[in-house]
């Protein structure tokens, strides 16, 4: 039999790059940033750590001033990969709505599965990555070649109880980002997502593993006509009530 032609259809794109600036901006943090967005991890009602400090009333790092050359370099990532890989014309600017620490010391202080379901892209920048830090990991709810019910999936089954020989790229679930340091991922805001030990035995990281992850919405520049009736106006002309 010849070999098959198979055409992949509808891709998620994920943005991975590079800050330039990385080692400027993981001094300037460290140095005269960090102290002050110190927070309580230790989350005493659950007995759990609090990895982000989204849910601690200090999700604004965009507005600290200190931090404006970093988040227009970061912005600058989310229009190259709008512009470059979406083909979006050059008629928005990017909103920064959220943006936040992630912080965890070892191998079990893990994100669950979740999305970032009330903005446009999400993004995050890894500051400081010590080796073996947990990996980034994007799924998917509903993979489309599935042909019935939990096909794909062998969390939580049996190896006999399993339809799978081998994961392909068209049969994955799941695909892992080892994370980098200096290294920035966009990806669209619902896209499903968690992070996962690269060892499977507890272990303490050498240095904290520290990221700082954000929510963003696209918006019409000022100077667009207001003629399309999809997206967002400029905030300029948004009321607060």
Request: net charge negative; hydrophobic share 30%; with cysteine.
């Amino acid at each position: 039999m010849k070999e098959p032609n198979i055409v992949n259809l509808f891709p998620l794109s994920i943005y991975i790059n590079q800050v330039e600036g990385h080692e400027k901006w993981k001094k300037v943090f460290i140095d005269d940033v960090y102290d002050d967005y110190q927070y309580d991890r230790y989350k005493r009602e659950s007995k759990e750590y609090n990895i982000v400090s989204e849910h601690c009333g200090k999700p604004v790092l965009h507005s600290d001033e200190r931090l404006n050359g970093l988040f227009k370099e970061l912005s600058d990532h989310i229009k190259k990969h709008c512009i470059s890989t979406l083909g979006i014309r050059d008629m928005f600017d990017v909103c920064m709505v959220k943006s936040w620490l992630s912080r965890s010391y070892d191998n079990d202080e893990n994100l669950p599965r979740h999305v970032h379901s009330a903005t446009h892209l999400s993004f995050v920048y890894y500051m400081q990555v010590p080796p073996d830090a947990n990996q980034l990991v994007f799924t998917t709810h509903k993979h489309q070649n599935e042909l019935f019910e939990a096909m794909f999936d062998v969390d939580g089954h049996e190896e006999e109880d399993t339809w799978i020989d081998n994961y392909t790229f068209e049969s994955s679930p799941h695909y892992i980002i080892p994370p980098e340091e200096g290294m920035i991922v966009v990806f669209p805001s619902n896209a499903a997502h968690f992070t996962t030990p690269t060892q499977s035995t507890p272990q303490t990281f050498q240095t904290e593993r520290l990221a700082i992850s954000g929510d963003c919405i696209l918006v019409l520049k000022e100077d667009e006509p207001m003629v399309h009736s999809k997206g967002f106006i400029n905030p300029k002309h948004w009321c607060v009530y």
